[in-house]
């Protein structure tokens, strides 16, 4: 997705459900279908073997717009979008993601934050970084929004990362989310536990679309390749 000013950065990013669903890998391809969304491939817990076998469900076409959470050994096997890291991936081998940054340079790395204070000051290592929860939680009963939005619009003004909203997205606060400052929404609940997870993508995907976002101070490659 390209904005106004020639960048092209994350819009719309819809998460799997952590558990497989029926027919799952053939929705996901419908979603991608009928939205300009990324898909994150998160399953805690599978093996490499079992992701592998849900991206061979997938046409290799959409595989560029895939983000898979862990199994960077697959990014050998398939032309994915990259990998995105768990807190502790981040924390405890830093060495190792700089590494992939050097041999995988046209690949994406993301994580994700939960604190404005656990946020480094942007060194090129991370593509975008997801934040949350920024309102209450759709998927997750009882997760509260975890931010002050005057807090949340200083630190978006002032960083140079590329920072997506996540926890509690729908397309009404899509608009909000663009209105702090974020410059992309990340959902879960909005699409999966909607009566047609397809509808609801292409909505959001459309909403998205026609909101003025925050620009990047930054394009280091592209996130999107639409």
Not at 6 to 23: F, H, M, Q, T, W
Not at 111 to 136: C, K, M, N, Q, W
């Amino acid at each position: 997705m390209e904005t106004e000013d020639g960048e092209k950065i994350k819009r719309l990013i819809i998460i799997s459900p952590p558990a497989d669903i029926p027919d799952e890998p053939q929705v996901t391809c419908r979603l991608l279908q009928q939205s300009s969304a990324t898909i994150h491939l998160r399953k805690p817990g599978q093996t490499d073997r079992q992701i592998a076998d849900y991206l061979k469900q997938i046409p290799v076409s959409f595989h560029p717009r895939i983000m898979v959470h862990g199994h960077p050994g697959l990014l050998d096997h398939c032309d994915l979008m990259g990998i995105h890291v768990a807190e502790k991936e981040r924390t405890t081998n830093l060495q190792r993601l700089r590494q992939f940054r050097l041999a995988q340079p046209g690949r994406c790395l993301s994580s994700a934050f939960h604190r404005i204070t656990d946020v480094p000051e942007d060194d090129g290592l991370l593509d975008y970084i997801l934040l949350s929860p920024i309102f209450d939680s759709i998927s997750k009963p009882g997760y509260r929004a975890a931010f002050d939005p005057a807090e949340l619009t200083r630190f978006l003004s002032r960083t140079e990362h590329t920072v997506i909203a996540l926890g509690g997205i729908d397309a009404k606060r899509a608009a909000t989310a663009a209105t702090l400052g974020f410059k992309g929404i990340a959902v879960l609940g909005a699409v999966w536990q909607a009566a047609s997870p397809e509808k609801a993508a292409g909505q959001l995907s459309a909403v998205c679309s026609g909101l003025r976002w925050a620009r990047s101070s930054t394009d280091r490659r592209p996130l999107n390749p639409e």
